[in-house]
Antibody, heavy 120, light 108 residues
Framework: EVQLVQSGAEVKKPGESLRISCKGS????????ISWVRQMPGKGLEWMGR????????NYSPSFQGHVTISADKSISTAYLQWSSLKASDTAMYYC?????????????WGQGTLVTVSS | SYELTQPLSVSVALGQTARITCGGN??????VHWYQQKPGQAPVLVIY???NRPSGIPERFSGSNSGNTATLTISRAQAGDEADYYC???????????FGGGTKLTVL
């Protein structure tokens, strides 16, 4: 079974750093991109960016470029989303998702989500 | 940048047909995917590449795409279909994924 398992919920203070993870299993991790999607409380889905785990090539939505960093460790089939200095506005649910082999393939599966709460 | 427009909400009577639209410039030339998200859960793929159903998705869910509008159709709507629905396309000009704003489906 193809599966993405994300790390647990986090509570952080403004200015702190954070890295959350997404571990893939049941497939060849380096053969598929991983995308990250943000969902702020009560709001819709926003695509943040993606990574090709085979060579760690990334591309970001202009809305998130420079605010987050996406990385991957193919030796442990894990992708990461990190912040160097969190803001209250980063409070959201974050999902990782895996598209199929084509550039415009659908996202399936999705991780279960990681809730990030940033509050002083 | 490419934009997708969905109605904020759609209501349907129990057992009737709901149609959720997704508008975009020449969206008919793109592959459209649809996701269902229930409260507290991750999104689930219900239609891919305009009109294909993943295994486990009821035949009541169907999709179409032409011109500037893609449509998700839910036949014989059930209470369990109440959820938020999102359309998605790949914008090859920017190498970015784009989601619609989402539509809340209410079954009356």
């Amino acid at each position: 079974e193809v599966q993405l398992v994300q790390s647990g919920a986090e509570v952080k203070k403004p200015g702190e750093s954070l890295r959350i993870s997404c571990k893939g299993s049941g497939y060849s991790f380096t053969s598929y991109w991983i995308s990250w999607v943000r969902q702020m409380p009560g709001k819709g889905l926003e695509w943040m960016g993606r990574i090709d785990p085979s060579d760690s090539y990334t591309n970001y939505s202009p809305s998130f470029q420079g605010h987050v960093t996406i990385s991957a460790d193919k030796s442990i089939s894990t992708a990461y989303l990190q912040w160097s200095s969190l803001k209250a506005s980063d409070t959201a649910m974050y999902y990782c998702a895996r598209p199929g082999p084509d550039p415009d393939s659908e996202f399936d599966p999705w991780g279960q989500g990681t809730l990030v709460t940033v509050s002083s | 940048s490419y934009e997708l427009t969905q109605p904020l909400s759609v209501s349907v009577a129990l057992g009737q047909t709901a149609r959720i639209t997704c508008g975009g410039n020449n969206i008919g030339s793109k592959n459209v995917h649809w996701y269902q998200q229930k409260p507290g859960q991750a999104p689930v793929l219900v239609i891919y590449r305009d009109s294909n159903r993943p295994s486990g998705i009821p035949e009541r869910f169907s999709g179409s795409n032409s011109g500037n509008t893609a449509t998700l159709t839910i036949s014989r709507a059930q209470a369990g279909d109440e959820a938020d629905y999102y359309c998605q396309v790949w914008d090859s000009s920017t190498s970015n994924w784009v989601f619609g704003g989402g539509t809340k489906l209410t079954v009356l």
